[in-house]
Nanobody
Framework: QVQLVESGGGLVQPGGSLRLSCAAS????????MGWYRQAPGQERELVAS???????MYADAVKGRFTVSRDNAKNLVYLQMDSLKSGDTAVYYC??????????????WGQGIQVTVSS
């Protein structure tokens, strides 16, 4: 089994910054894409940013130029640096990873989610 654990969320004022971290552990042979999704109250979960094992990243239009996704392949970590935060960024943020196990099986896994609140 694979576990994803997020950290780094909390309350921040508009214009501030937060850095989310996600650690993947368990029966992991390799991880292809890792990324972050978010879900605000009453809304569907949406992709925020993703990054593949080669380091190529993609971002939702709403966060381009403000958020940066990065990863440490050796440690199975993914990060989301969030700058110039807005009230509209308030949501529960979820880590996501596409994992290949030692038995050759592939699966998509999710973290438990972490709250980010942008408010004065």
């Amino acid at each position: 089994q694979v576990q994803l654990v997020e950290s780094g969320g909390g309350l921040v004022q508009p214009g501030g910054s937060l850095r989310l971290s996600c650690a993947a552990s368990g029966s992991i042979f390799s991880i292809d894409a890792m990324g972050w999704y978010r879900q605000a109250p009453g809304q569907e979960r949406e992709l925020v940013a993703s990054i593949n094992s080669g380091g190529s990243a993609m971002y939702a239009d709403a966060v381009k130029g403000r958020f940066t996704v990065s990863r440490d392949n050796a440690k199975n970590l993914v990060y989301l640096q969030m700058d110039s935060l807005k009230s509209g960024d308030t949501a529960v943020y979820y880590c996501n990873a596409h994992v290949s196990g030692y038995n050759g099986n592939r699966g998509q896994f999710w973290g438990q989610g972490i709250q980010v609140t942008v408010s004065s």
